[in-house]
Each structure stands twice: as structure tokens, then as C-alpha cells.
């Protein structure tokens, strides 16, 4: 099968209280499930199901919309669930990924306030993202399930806007579960791991 769901990388309640149980049980357990499932349907059905998950969403990007959907968000939540982990975010970014967002950003505050902006202002369902395009990094925010792969770009974080991602612990309150996911859950570590493969 062409996608897999993959285990979370911590336990159920390792992200608490800035992400529940409940949250993680829904949104890996059902949604991403349910990506799997229908995405490896619509790839066998396209012919496609022995495509890599990113060769998969860059052929079906404007050619078939429900297969494009389904490998799109499984493509992004493996990686969202990566990056993220108990005790994370903040301030202390490996030095290279800090020298980055210096040059490229404008700094840690600046980079914080604009990604937090670009996931409130992401009407309806979607993502915000940190990507490397052309060598530099850029904020950009994309709907549903689209990713920065389908506009020449290798995201490095990313995170997931859309209701079922915050409604149970934060119902409508999107900046506030944007600046906890900044604040306390980034994995750096991963960011650093993405943005190096990026950068070769």
C-alpha cells in the first residue's frame, strides 16, 4: 500500500495541556486514518499507488482533486505529528535554523508573530507553514490540504488550522492554540532535520 498510518512518535497524553488525549486519540486515530484509507483507495484507482506519498501529491495537484486531498493531509500529518513533542518550542533553536530565520526572517520574534498571523488568517481549513524556497526561508499559509511542495517549495514546519486540530481544546479561540503550538510543542530538533534536507 502506498500510505501508511504511522504510529505517534509520543505517548497520548505527552502533549498535554496544550494538546489533549481526546484531541490526538480524534485527529491521528480518525482523520489521519481516514487519509490513509481513502487516499490508498484513489491511488490504486489512479495507478499511482507505487508513487512515493510527495510524488503522489505533486502529480495529483490540479489533475485529481479527491486523491490530491487525501495524500496532501496524510503527506502533511506525517510530519505534523514530528513536529511536535513534549516540552518543545520556545526560543532555544539549534544555531543554524536560528541563523536562518535571522537572515532570512528577521529573527525568532518577527518569525513568531508572522507564522502565528499566517495560521489566523488562513480562512476556513488549512495550514500555516515554514518553508525553504529558492534557499530562503518564507511563511506562507495554504488551504485545506495543500502543501508548499505544490509551489516549488520543501516545508519545514508546518501546522494544521483546521477545527478538528484545536475545537476540542481551544473551541474558536485559533490564536491562542497557535501561539501554545508555537510556545511549548515545536520539535526543533525535526524543523533542523527537514530544513537541512532541504538545504542540500
Given at each position: 500500500?502506498?500510505?501508511?498510518?504511522?504510529?505517534?512518535?509520543y505517548d497520548y497524553d505527552a502533549l498535554a495541556p496544550y494538546m489533549?488525549?481526546?484531541?490526538?486519540e480524534y485527529h491521528h486515530d480518525k482523520h489521519h486514518l481516514a487519509y490513509v484509507t481513502n487516499g490508498n483507495k484513489l491511488a490504486e484507482e489512479a495507478g499511482l499507488s507505487n508513487?512515493?506519498?510527495?510524488?503522489?501529491?505533486?502529480?495529483?495537484?490540479?489533475t485529481?482533486?479527491?486523491?490530491?486531498?487525501?495524500?496532501?493531509?496524510?503527506?502533511?500529518?506525517?510530519?505534523?505529528?514530528k513536529w511536535m513533542k513534549k516540552g518543545g518550542g520556545g526560543t532555544s533553536l539549534p544555531g543554524k535554523l536560528d541563523a536562518a530565520i535571522k537572515s532570512d526572517l528577521g529573527?525568532?520574534?518577527k518569525f513568531r508573530a508572522d507564522f502565528i498571523a499566517a495560521g489566523t488568517a488562513q480562512f476556513g481549513s488549512g495550514w500555516a507553514w515554514l518553508s525553504v524556497k529558492n534557499g530562503k526561508l518564507e511563511i506562507s499559509k495554504t488551504?485545506?490540504?495543500?502543501?508548499?511542495?505544490?509551489?516549488?517549495?520543501?516545508?519545514?514546519?508546518?501546522?494544521?488550522v483546521w477545527e478538528h486540530s484545536y475545537y476540542i481544546d481551544y473551541r474558536n479561540a485559533r490564536p491562542k492554540y497557535l501561539e501554545a503550538f508555537v510556545d511549548n510543542l515545536i520539535n526543533w530538533d525535526y524543523v533542523l532535520e527537514m530544513y537541512e534536507a532541504a538545504a542540500k
Open positions: 500500500m502506498a500510505f501508511e498510518l504511522p504510529n505517534l512518535p489533549s488525549r481526546e484531541t490526538l508513487l512515493s506519498v510527495e510524488e503522489i501529491v505533486k502529480k495529483s495537484y490540479g485529481n482533486q479527491p486523491l490530491f486531498n487525501n495524500a496532501g493531509q496524510h503527506y502533511n500529518h506525517i510530519h505534523f505529528w529573527g525568532y520574534d488551504p485545506n490540504g495543500e502543501n508548499p511542495l505544490v509551489h516549488g517549495a520543501s516545508p519545514i514546519l508546518g501546522v494544521d
